[in-house]
């Protein structure tokens, strides 16, 4: 079975400029998590998908934005972008209706923002 | 909301145990889970607790306890493998959804 995969794996863009990022998660898998990476604050908690619906939000302004397919493929756009956004953004995905007991993550988009 | 607290790094010699700890404060909890992350590397599950006691999955282990807000993850028989950082994690928001709350992470560092 695949794994979790996220494209483009780097990124380099410049401040005000808009980023698209993408995630296929684990074929029957239809939740779809994202989160940020950066040195100083961790993995935060972006938002969650399940059946194209977005279930739980985190604490990020609303330049941070996803949505999910029908296929359960899942995008998130940063809008605007700023130097602080520049971090490792993850997916994970998981199985079954609510399983946090288990996240599938993805290797990951290496944003610089310049 | 949730928080997690663990220290940032842990130093240890190859073949000894070592214990990580997590504290944490929810406004709702469902259990406490664990990931690796290697340096450039993806985070990966290693073990779930919803109730208290002890899980064992080879040379990792994981405790709760729900009545002190605390867990543990213990590694036995340290290999320089091994050498990653360690996350505990609660749902961001309750049941009936999925998302994370992560720890800031412990670096373990395995000495020879």
């Known amino acids: 079975k695949a794994g979790v995969t996220q494209t483009p794996r780097y990124l380099i863009k410049t401040r005000g400029q808009q980023v698209t990022l993408s995630c296929s998660p684990i074929s029957g898998h239809r939740s779809v998590s994202w989160y940020q990476q950066t040195p100083g604050q961790g993995l935060q908690f972006l938002f969650e998908y399940f059946s194209e619906t977005q279930r739980n939000k985190g604490n990020f302004p609303g330049r941070f934005s996803g949505r999910q397919f029908s296929n359960s493929r899942s995008e998130m756009n940063v809008s605007t972008l700023e130097l602080g956004d520049s971090a490792l953004y993850l997916c994970?995905?998981?199985?079954?209706?609510?399983?946090?007991?288990?996240?599938?993550f993805g290797p990951g988009t290496r944003l610089t923002v310049l | 909301g949730q928080s997690l607290e663990q220290p940032s790094e842990v130093t240890a010699v190859e073949g000894a145990i070592v214990q990580i700890n997590c504290t944490y404060q929810?406004?709702?909890?469902?259990?406490l889970s664990w990931y690796q992350q290697h340096d450039g590397g993806a985070p990966t599950f290693l073990s779930y607790n919803a109730l208290d006691g002890l899980e064992e999955t080879g040379r990792f282990s994981s405790f709760l306890s729900r009545s002190d807000s605390y867990g543990y993850l213990l590694l036995q028989e340290l290999q320089m493998k091994d050498s990653a950082s360690y996350f505990c994690?609660?749902?961001?928001?309750?049941?009936?959804?999925?998302?994370?709350?992560f720890g800031k992470g412990t670096h373990l560092i395995i000495q020879p």
């Open positions: 994690a609660a749902p961001y928001s309750g049941g009936g959804a999925d998302g994370l709350t």
């Open positions: 994970a995905s998981t199985g079954g209706a609510s399983s946090y007991n288990e996240q599938f």
């Open positions: 929810t406004s709702g909890f469902y259990g």
